[in-house]
C-alpha cells in the first residue's frame, strides 16, 4: 500500500458515505485507501480494528448489462463466494455488502495474478496443477447449496453446455466494428460442438483462469460474477 493515501474525509462525498459506513458495519477506522486503477469502481484499503491491520478490498458495481439472469451481480458473487469458503475453497471472506455505493466488502488476498511473470516454468506448471485440483473440488460442491442462495439449474443441452454464453455473444456482435475471422471461427465452432447426451449439473465459474498464485500456490479464486448451475 501507499505512503500516501486519502483519508476518508477526503473523499467525494459518495464514496465517503460509502468508507463511513464500511467503518460503522466492521467497527474499525478505514487506512491507507488506494483506489484500483481499473474500470470497475474498486479500492485496496486497510481496516484497523482492536489493534491490528484488516486488509481489505472493495469490489463496486459494475453496472447491469442487458439480458443479465441475475437481478444483482454482486448478491450473486457475494454468495458463490460463501457456498466456495465453506467448502474449503480460497476465496476472499465476504465481511459485508455496502448499500452505497454498491460494493462487496471482502478480504484482500496475498499473490498476484499474471503467470507469465514467472521464469520458473516447472512452478507455473504446479500452479495450474493446483488450480484444476481445486476446480474440480468447485465441481464436486452439491449444487443445492448454491440453490439456496437463489440460483437456478439451467435446463436443456444447449444452456447447460452455454450458459449465458448466447447473451455475450450478442453483446458482442452489437459493438463490434471491424472484421473478426478468429472470433468468429471461435464462435461458430463452438455452436457447431456443443455436448449432446449431458445432464450433469455442477456450479461452472465461467470467467476460468482468474486466480492468484505464490509460492508455487493459487492463493485465491475471483471473479465469480458469471458463475452458474451447469454441464463442467
Not at 499473490?111 to 507469465?116: E, I, M
Amino acid at each position: 500500500m501507499p505512503d500516501e493515501s486519502p483519508t476518508v474525509a477526503e473523499l467525494s462525498a459518495d464514496w465517503r458515505l460509502g468508507f463511513e459506513w464500511v467503518e460503522g458495519e466492521l467497527k474499525g477506522k478505514v487506512c491507507n485507501l488506494q483506489r484500483q486503477g481499473r474500470w470497475r469502481p474498486a479500492w485496496y484499503f486497510d481496516l484497523e480494528r482492536d489493534g491490528e491491520i484488516l486488509p481489505l478490498y472493495f469490489r463496486g458495481d459494475r453496472g447491469h448489462a442487458e439480458s443479465e439472469r441475475v437481478a444483482s451481480v454482486l448478491d450473486h458473487e457475494a454468495n458463490i463466494y460463501r457456498v466456495l469458503e465453506a467448502n474449503g475453497l480460497p476465496v476472499p471472506h465476504v465481511h459485508a455488502m455496502c448499500p452505497s455505493p454498491s460494493g462487496i466488502v471482502m478480504d484482500r488476498c496475498p499473490g498476484r495474478f499474471n503467470l507469465a511473470t514467472l521464469d520458473d516454468r516447472d512452478q507455473a506448471r504446479a500452479i495450474l496443477e493446483h488450480y484444476i485440483e481445486l476446480l474440480a473440488g468447485m465441481h464436486a460442491i452439491d449444487p443445492a447449496e448454491f440453490e439456496a442462495y437463489g440460483m437456478k439449474r439451467c435446463e436443456g443441452e444447449r444452456m447447460l453446455a452455454l450458459g449465458d454464453f448466447d447473451q455475450w455473444v450478442t453483446q458482442y456482435r452489437r459493438a463490434k466494428r471491424q472484421p473478426e475471422p478468429m472470433l468468429e471461427f471461435a464462435l461458430q465452432w463452438v455452436y457447431r460442438n456443443i455436448p449432446t447426451g449431458r445432464s450433469e449439473v455442477t456450479f461452472v465459474s465461467a470467467d476460468s483462469g482468474q486466480f492468484l498464485f505464490e509460492d508455487g500456490r493459487v492463493t485465491a479464486l475471483l471473479d465469480m460474477e458469471t458463475g452458474y448451475l451447469g454441464d463442467p
